[in-house]
């Protein structure tokens, strides 16, 4: 395993990516005819553009991989401006999205108001860029295998011009209808970012136990994640093998057994390592081991060798005098991260949080940003801090 560790940031980014492979448009769903059945009735608001949304794609479905710290779904709409630039399409779920009907205009256009945002560029990139935000529209959250992974719809959704807003040096910036500014309109569109072989890592989802399988995650807060059959009996550390899938239809197998991923993540070969849930009261792993990144077990010692820093304080306590940061704090299913915001000298432990809707009133969910190739991140470990609002 190599660069695992990068650094802690606070701030996100919105980048324009194409998904990586072609997805069956999720129209067979009910539901989704519903919608699609009622959009047909209507006519765009006056003043307003209509435009389509193509395909979206998830995190790992992009290259390079791209997860933030809420679940990002980006795509384009089809070019409504110069055709030479891309109009991107993003979508922002809460990870405590759940199938259902939600309201768009609940955030009054605000993109740091809203837990399900619609949100877009028109020629990204260029100097006549403009930033569109919805402020009225319908989704469909139809189905949810993991927070990244949904099967969706949006309907009558008004998308118009704003510009970034207080607060602005936060993880979730805030945005501003601009009166009179352009106004594109999106009667019905689809999106499902459900993969063959995808599945949800954390404990007591329907896919993290499944018979003969192990969830293996795919991103570093352990919720996403890639179904393998496991069939085999080796267990932690001992020597594995991967069998890739025959077809896109079947599984990848290993020789270990169910609940164990065959990983060189943490060693310099393939290991069978226990899978687990570093938020699970009891994240499941061997007496003497630590719940890691990417859901999985090993010893203190493996992560601090990568560069990962661990300290004693429970969480909501003053970190060692000095400390100014640390990964890991707290215990064994009651994790936090030692953080210095208020530039005191010393970090307090903030407990982790993977959604935004976890934390409490007065605070909002940071993140740690972890790099892969190609520019690519990983914003999911988060921690809730107050932010002053």
């Known amino acids: 395993m190599k660069g695992l560790r990068w650094g802690v940031v606070l701030l996100a980014g919105l980048v324009g990516c194409e998904p990586t492979a072609k997805k069956e448009p999720a129209t067979h769903h009910e539901e989704v005819r519903s919608i699609e059945e009622q959009s047909r009735k209507l006519s765009p608001p006056a003043g307003c553009e209509e435009i389509t949304m193509g395909e979206l794609a998830n995190g790992v479905e992009l290259t390079p991989i791209m997860y933030t710290n809420q679940p990002m779904l980006r795509g384009n709409f089809g070019s409504f401006g110069d055709p030479a630039a891309p109009d991107l399409a ?24 809203c837990d399900q945002c619609v949100l877009g560029y028109k020629d990204a990139g260029t100097a006549a860029e403009k930033y569109l935000v919805a402020n009225s529209g319908t989704m469909l959250v139809a189905l949810k295998v993991s927070p990244d992974q949904t099967i969706g719809a949006l ?39 459900v993969r063959q072989d995808g599945c949800d890592p954390r404990q007591g989802s329907l896919t993290a136990n499944l018979p003969d399988t192990t969830c293996v995650p795919t991103n570093y807060v352990g919720s996403d994640g890639t ?59 061997p007496s003497g081991m630590v719940c890691g990144v990417y859901g999985l077990c090993t010893e203190q010692s493996v992560l601090e ?61 940071g993140y740690l940003g972890y790099v892969h190739p190609g520019n690519g991140f990983d914003r999911t470990y988060g921690f809730c801090y107050h932010d002053g609002l």
């Open 90 to 113: 993003r979508i922002r779920l809460d990870v405590n999205t759940k199938p259902g009907l939600y309201d768009l205009s609940m955030g009054g256009g605000n993109t740091f108001a």
């Open 305 to 365: 060798s990568f560069g990962f820093t661990f300290d004693t304080a429970p969480i909501g306590t003053s970190c060692t005098a000095g400390v100014t940061f640390a990964e890991y704090c707290g215990s064994e299913g009651a994790r936090g991260t030692c953080l210095d915001l208020g530039r005191t000298g010393t970090a307090t432990c903030l407990r982790n949080e993977r959604a935004r809707t976890d934390c409490g009133p007065g605070e909002d969910l």
């Open 155 to 193: 309907a009558n959704v008004v998308l118009r011009e704003a510009v970034n807003a207080p607060p602005l040096n936060a993880p979730f910036r805030g945005s501003a209808l601009v009166p009179g500014g352009e106004c594109k309109w999106l009667r019905f569109a689809t999106w499902n970012t």
């Open 227 to 285: 179904l393998e059959r496991s069939l085999g009996t080796k267990t932690q550390g001992e020597a594995c093998t991967t069998t890739p899938a025959a077809s896109e239809y079947e599984l990848a197998s290993t020789d270990c057994e169910q609940g164990y991923a065959c990983t060189d993540l943490l060693t310099q070969n393939a290991q069978c390592t226990k899978t687990c849930d570093f938020m699970a009261d009891n994240p499941g792993c």
